[in-house]
């Protein structure tokens, strides 16, 4: 069965990097889009980025463009996202998800179960 | 503020029927596919609609989609207590090249 597990997460100070991973399994991950979304504590969703299934596209939020960086190993089935220059928005949980595609839309099928990340001093 | 437009919050008693509607544009839901996802207290969200009105296996048919010009509509009919989540539409913006969602609706179940 498909499973995202995410891994790094924590508290750290303004400014400071964080780099999240995200275990794959149970499904192809080398032909697989992934993105990233998080969640403000009592806020809605919202969408981080996407890294295409051979990291030839990415594309980000504006509220972390050029901050935060998406890759991909392919090899070992994991993703990543290196959060730069953390600020207290950034505090949120943190989830991976699958992209799967229909008739001509995509969607996310499956999620990770979420990483807190905690920006304060 | 979201690109797409969800009302904060919808209720109806066991059995019934409760629509949310999401509000977008030309460049996401008009021009591309909605999906919604729904989300329990504290715990990760969870596909229920794709393709504006297909249901993932396992979903029941009580959940239904369907999109008119730039808005899409999620309905749950024969409302249960264990429906009471938020739910959130979302879709690709072909101008903007992000994925928007809405800001998402919270079902009560009286």
């Known amino acids: 069965q498909v499973q995202l597990v995410e891994s790094g997460g924590g508290a750290v100070q303004p400014g400071r990097s964080l780099r999240l991973s995200c275990a794959a399994s149970?499904?192809?991950?080398?032909?697989?889009?992934m993105h990233w979304v998080r969640q403000a504590p009592g806020k809605g969703l919202e969408w981080v980025g996407l890294?295409?299934?051979?990291?030839?596209?990415?594309f980000y939020s504006d509220s972390v463009k050029g901050r935060f960086i998406i890759s991909r190993d392919n090899s070992n089935n994991t993703l990543y996202l290196q959060m730069n220059s953390l600020r207290s928005d950034d505090t949120a949980v943190y989830y991976c998800?699958?992209?799967?595609?229909?008739?001509?839309?995509?969607?996310?099928?499956?999620w990770g179960q979420g990483i807190h990340v905690t920006v304060s001093s | 503020q979201s690109v797409l437009t969800q009302p904060p919050s919808v209720s109806a008693a066991p059995g019934q029927k409760v629509t949310i509607s999401c509000s977008g544009s030309?460049?996401?839901?008009?021009?591309?596919?909605v999906s919604w996802y729904q989300q329990l207290p504290g715990t990760a969200p969870k596909l229920i609609i794709y393709?504006?009105?297909q249901r993932p296996s396992g979903i029941p048919d009580r959940f239904s989609g369907s999109k008119s010009g730039t808005s899409a509509t999620l309905g749950i009919s024969g409302l249960q207590t264990g429906d009471e989540a938020d739910y959130y539409c979302?879709?690709?913006?072909?101008?903007?090249?992000?994925?928007?969602f809405g800001g998402g609706t919270k079902v009560t179940v009286l």
């Open positions: 998800a699958k992209v799967d595609s229909g008739d001509g839309g995509f969607f996310f099928d499956y």
């Open positions: 149970g499904f192809t991950f080398s032909t697989t889009g």
């Open positions: 890294i295409s299934y051979d990291a030839t596209y990415k």
């Open positions: 030309s460049s996401n839901i008009g021009n591309n596919f």
């Open positions: 393709d504006y009105g």
């Open positions: 979302g879709a690709w913006d072909s101008s903007l090249s992000v994925w928007v």
